[in-house]
């Protein structure tokens, strides 16, 4: 079997992440109450610091849309991959300057996390971003044990963490702080209060939740305003439609941020079933629905896809990107790549029309198709939050 091209099957995706329990973290750990008035009106407070929050400036054309009241470019940049799990790290220059060119096209939010690398991605992200710390807002996480592996999120923990990402991030500043993974062992309340205090003390400007559920949001909602979650959402991944989370991010006026918006980068059309992934480096290897027969078996979602891309002129990333950002308009993707020109195309994608003609026949075709594979592993699937 042929060895992966990095570059073509991580350029348009972001997450998952490795667990390591038995050792220190080597690699990434796994796969992120103004209730009376209209959620979306309301003022809830951020917490933003009195000298005043700055105002983002975009390099190119791009429209902004609202995270709670965290303004954004539409398109995100998820930056994990860069640095960890869809194959090797690139070269740290490469990531820089693919990274200052995404804010050149527009784009005015970045995402990384302590974890990828674990550490790396932050210290590079951060270097990237220094010249226009001003003019950018950058989400990061905690809520991984990278000594110990498994998950930590006491308040002790949660404000040590925060503490070592403003370093790596060159920032005084947090723009979104996001509980990567709910600690079944900590009550949300105590990490909303946790990240309250840190708001309070300007050192972090808005809340997040990764892969929280429905239940969990409302209740840290209910302590400190949430911005933000981000879940895993895509055409062939849409989990958030049926549990309640994009429900009630919607009710509580709370922006979503998809990781995965092109599947972990199937959607792209790039993975051929002949290529193999590298288990030293790329998670992907260890999901079910990246063995060979799955990719395989997942090609008539592909068909689909490129049937559209066909009428619209684009690539089947850009139809991706183009069918989430027409979901709601509080969704801001984040794929990912390392790669100018997947950027490019990514950047591209926001530009993609779907008409509502068109989004209830690519609904209505692909829900006569099967999904083959899972998500994510069995490991990393205990540690995504289902309480009811």
Known sequence: MNQIDFDASISNDHEPMRVNRREVLTGIAAVSAGLMLSPFARAASSGTPKSGKPKL???GDMKTRKLGLLEVSELGAGCMSISANYGPPADRQQGIRVIRKAHDGGVTFFDTAEVYGPYTNEDLVGEALAPIRNRVAIATKFGFNLEAGGLISRPAHIKKSVEGSLKRLRTDRIDLC???RVDPSVPIEDVAGAVKDLIQQGKVLHFGL???SAATIRRAHAVQAVSAVQTEYSLMERSPERNGVLATCE?????FVPWGPVGMGYLTGKLSPRMKLDPKTDLRSGFDRFTAE???ANQPILDVLARFATQKNATLAQI????????KPWIVPIPGTRNA?????NLQGAAVQLTPAELVEINATLSTLTVHGGRMNAEQMKIVDQTA
């Open 251 to 255: 009710a509580l006026g709370i922006g």
């Open 178 to 180: 996001y509980q990567h």
């Open 341 to 345: 020109d997947h950027l490019q195309e």
């Open 57 to 59: 400036g975009r390099g």
């Open 210 to 212: 990764s892969e929280a």
């Open 320 to 327: 991706s990107l183009a069918w989430l950002l027409a979901q």
């Open 294 to 296: 799955n990719l395989a």
